[in-house]
């Protein structure tokens, strides 16, 4: 059973690196594949362009840091990256081995804006994050998702390994208030956002000048 963990990694930190370890370990996944998109559908475009978000990627996890591996797939496809397209190549070429794909629950309230999102859990088992404590309202989703998550939700993750999709399972991941948008600001306004992520992957920023304001010539 592989674990699936998209996100446009602008930069990747360690809210994104602790939930992927602790699902990969909970599961007990044959591996973890970070999958960072080339052009993310529902957002503007990332900050740092494919191959910097990649080679921090890379940085973050070395060749096989604990079971994550870097998948760029969808940098090699180029264009709009759904993940649907992304499953289903996973799926063709996996057989029927389980795919797990892990979303935030954030972005799993949003999955019915997704492209062919009806056809995700064919392809896939979700594994929904979130901080301890936290628990859906069915009643606040967009009622077709709230029909799935009724008919699809299991309580354990054993159920996940006997099928190669169709199941939701929440998963309790440790709470790490860090978001890339919050540590774009910083470099932006000259901070630190040591800490919050790799050292490798700051020196990265660091050393290829990524997130600064970009100020007109005439500022100068
Ligand atoms: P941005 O601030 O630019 O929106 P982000 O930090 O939210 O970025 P993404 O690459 O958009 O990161 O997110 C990819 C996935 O990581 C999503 O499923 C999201 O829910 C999850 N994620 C992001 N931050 C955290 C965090 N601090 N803890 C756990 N999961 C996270």
Redesign the pocket.
Known sequence: MIGV??????PV?F??L??ALEVYQGLRLREMRLIPCYQPPHREPPVADARARLTMLRAAVGDDTEGLKVDNREMRREGVSYMVDTLAELREELGDEPICL???A??FCQLHTWHRWQEILGLTHLVV?HRPGWTLDAGSLDPALAQLWREARVEAGDALAAAPAGHILQFT?TA???????IRAMVARGESPRFLLPEKVWNLIRLQGLYHIKRDVDEY
């Open positions: 963990y998209g996100g446009t990694f602008d930190h809210g994104h602790r939930a892990v979303l935030g954030d972005a994050t991941v790490l208030d860090i978001s890339a948008t919050r």
